[in-house]
């Protein structure tokens, strides 16, 4: 499905009953089964956009459209969360299946699609720990597992590998692409790093600060399968300085904002 | 480091050094002593002790005996008190005093603590009157329960019940209340809807704290039915023990103490084990 993002606006009611504009008139279109990764400075609104991709609020103003068929059993939307939300009392299996089981899928398909994505991930081996006895990435591989078994039409990650360190988050990247290979979801991925924005998109929606709209989109070159050797390509190179160039005013003027306390 | 370890470098006799160097006793483990009185049996090692100088002191006449007769004739008084057929009705008479009274306060507790966490009405509209009346000593309302229900055992269960009922609603309420907020958002997002999130998401989640709740109403309930027992019955444990202490048979009243303390433990360790059973989950997070 394509999803049509017009016009949309959205802020918070501060405590002096002003109002904070996070998203401010923002619009983009992405195609089925395009990879977008959607960078900006901190506190831009990435997040608020993601919330709102993910049917959790509603905009103040414009609209989003799903257009096209439904080709996916699931929902809408699927959300790999930053810091995981995995269900602390349930097996890592049980939280895979959490999709399938709101929507009523009997429990020996659940199993099923639960192992199968599991396996997936490198997983299955902890299907029944609970999440508690993990490593954080082996929390987020569950988490990808989870969003993926649930079978969205879209995959919204909410910068799915901030939270883990450096060495994992690579393997993690390395493994998004080749799951991703296989399934082709449209994704939209929120990062801070450039570098993993370029090693992963089609395409790259660049955010200003808020309230924030489009500043740029740039298509990514690379063919696909891509490895992690596009780092050694010297458009890699040329592409992460114009991008850290279109980041850094905005990261400064965020930092400011943030110290004069309009947050 | 290379493979051999380098000779210390040369120093001057004068250069002053802080060195940080083994510590044998830091190192040392655990003796057998400690090890025996924090296992499981060994810390009644303590008890027996107490016990023990009891005894002696009381036979040595260090101890006044009117007051701590003798361990030895207090479990006598407790083994005449059930050979005589007088203790265990009581006893059976107490505990379903507990049991009714607990279920009295509970089960309504729990309902509207979850209510109140759940709706903001429900909480702007229960709240103030749970403020009002918690810190009243639910004891001091004895003699009001006794003037609506009568004499017997109905002042006490309701007694029981009532003191019960506030731990059990304030945490369903807080355990409702603290439940993981990306938890629901990430149900939401999946499609859950107001009844999949209540019950998937939110009772779980809120289950040990209800529960913790629940542990506390039991023994709140013990409590409230020997109060009541004590000053409102002519019957069960709680009227034996005054009633001994009344006619000074203190032996006696010794032997339904410990009666009384053995339903406390009893049920204290019961909840605990049902708590490490069911909620060994809580203690790492998602």
Redesign the interface.
């Given at each position: 499905m394509r999803i049509e993002i017009d016009n949309v606006a959205k802020g918070y009611p501060r405590a002096d009953g002003s109002r904070l504009s996070v998203v401010g008139s923002l619009s983009t279109t992405i195609e089925a089964q395009e990879f977008i990764c959607v960078i900006g400075p901190s506190g831009c609104g990435k997040s608020t956009l993601l919330g709102l991709l993910g049917g959790l609020r509603r905009p103040d103003d414009g609209e989003i459209r799903f257009v096209g068929e439904r080709t996916a059993a699931g929902p809408l939307t699927s959300i790999v969360w930053q810091d995981y939300a995995l269900i602390p009392w349930r097996s890592i299996a049980d939280n895979v299946a959490f999709g399938l089981e709101l929507r009523g899928v009997p429990a020996a398909r659940r199993r099923e699609v639960a192992r199968e994505h599991l396996t997936m991930m490198g997983i299955e081996a902890f299907a029944d720990n609970k999440p508690h006895e993990l490593s954080g990435g082996m929390r987020q591989r569950a988490g990808i597992a989870r969003a993926l078994a649930s079978d969205p039409e879209v995959l919204l990650m909410d910068e799915p590998f901030a939270a883990v360190d450096a060495q994992t988050r690579t393997l993690l990247q390395d493994e998004l692409l080749q799951v991703w290979s296989r399934h082709r979801k449209t994704v939209l991925f929120i990062t801070h790093s450039i570098e993993e924005a370029l090693l992963l998109a089609d395409r790259i929606i660049v955010l200003g600060p808020r309230p924030t709209r489009v500043v740029e989109e740039i298509r990514v070159p690379f063919p696909r399968p891509r490895t992690r050797d596009v780092e050694l390509d010297p458009r890699f190179t040329e592409l992460k300085r114009h991008l850290w160039a279109q980041l850094r005013d905005a990261t400064l003027a965020a930092e400011w904002a943030e110290a004069k306390g309009d947050r | 480091m290379s493979e051999q370890s380098a000779p210390t470098r040369e120093r001057a006799t004068d250069e002053p050094v802080v060195r940080y160097a083994v510590d044998p006793r830091a190192e040392r483990p655990p003796g057998r002593g400690f090890k025996l009185l924090s296992s499981g049996l060994g810390s009644m090692v303590p008890v027996v002790v107490v016990l023990a100088l009891w005894q002696v002191g009381s036979m040595a006449g260090l101890i006044d005996k009117t007051f701590f007769p003798a361990p030895s004739e207090c479990v006598q008084a407790l083994v005449d008190l059930f050979s005589s057929g007088e203790l265990l009705p009581n006893i059976g008479i107490t505990a379903q005093r507990i049991l009714l009274g607990f279920l009295l306060g509970v089960i309504p507790a729990t309902l509207l603590g979850i209510a109140m966490g759940r709706s903001r009405w429900v909480r702007v509209l229960i709240d103030p009157l749970i403020a009002i009346t918690y810190p009243i000593p639910v004891v001091a309302i004895l003699p009001l329960l006794l003037v609506i229900f009568g004499t017997g055992g109905r002042p006490i269960v309701v007694l029981a019940g009532i003191i019960s009922f506030f731990p059990a609603v304030v945490n369903a309420m807080s355990g409702v209340l603290q439940v993981?907020e990306?938890?629901i958002?990430?149900?939401?997002?999946?499609?859950?809807g107001r009844q999949?999130i209540l019950w998937?998401?939110v009772l779980?989640?809120a289950l040990p704290s209800i529960f913790a709740g629940i542990r506390l109403a039991a023994g709140l309930a013990l409590l409230g039915t020997i109060a009541g027992e004590f000053l409102a019955a002519s019957d069960g444990v709680g009227s034996m023990t005054w009633r001994y202490w009344q006619i000074y048979q203190i032996d006696n009243m010794y032997a339904t103490l410990a009666v009384i303390a053995a339903m406390g433990f009893f049920l204290t360790t019961v909840t605990l084990r049902v708590q490490r059973r069911f909620f060994s989950?809580?203690?790492?997070?998602?």
């Open positions: - | 993981d990306r938890l958002l990430m149900a939401r997002n999946l499609g859950a999949q998937k998401i779980p989640g989950w809580t203690e790492g997070q998602s």
